[in-house]
């Protein structure tokens, strides 16, 4: 199994980034791809998933309403469309897959994880 994210780079406040995770190898039975997020020094926390059959989503309250993930399942692929960003947006976001969607918050349930992809917020 391989997740592959891409997309990062550096952008100015107030603008958007889209975030790829494609993934190979994964069977049906990993329903949930999450996008976590860490700073140096800080824990990994969750921002976003979807469940990969029914598309439900997830999002923590610090991105509810400028983030929207997606998903292609013809391509294997999620994306997350970040909106508005803000300084304190800044890190290596991770995407990561887990059996269980209704489970998709907790770091520990994710199985496989992607290299990251770094998102600089700054003027």
């Known amino acids: 199994v391989q997740l592959q994210a891409s997309g990062g780079g550096l952008v100015q406040p107030g603008g958007s980034l889209r975030l790829s995770c494609a993934a190979s190898?994964?069977?049906?039975?990993?329903?949930?791809i999450g996008w976590f997020r860490q700073v140096p020094g800080k824990q990994r926390e969750a921002v976003s998933s979807?469940?990969?059959?029914?598309?439900?989503?997830f999002y923590a309250e610090t991105v509810k309403g400028r983030f929207t993930i997606s998903r292609d399942n013809s391509k294997n692929t999620v994306y997350l469309q970040m909106n508005s960003l803000e300084p304190e947006d800044t890190a290596v976001y991770y995407c990561?897959?887990?059996?269980?969607?209704?489970?998709?918050?907790?770091?520990?349930?994710?199985?496989?994880w992607g290299q990251g992809t770094l998102v600089t917020v700054s003027s």
């Open positions: 190898g994964l069977t049906l039975n990993y329903d949930a």
């Open positions: 979807i469940s990969r059959s029914d598309g439900s989503t």
């Open positions: 990561a897959a887990a059996r269980d969607f209704a489970r998709a918050v907790f770091l520990l349930e994710y199985d496989y």
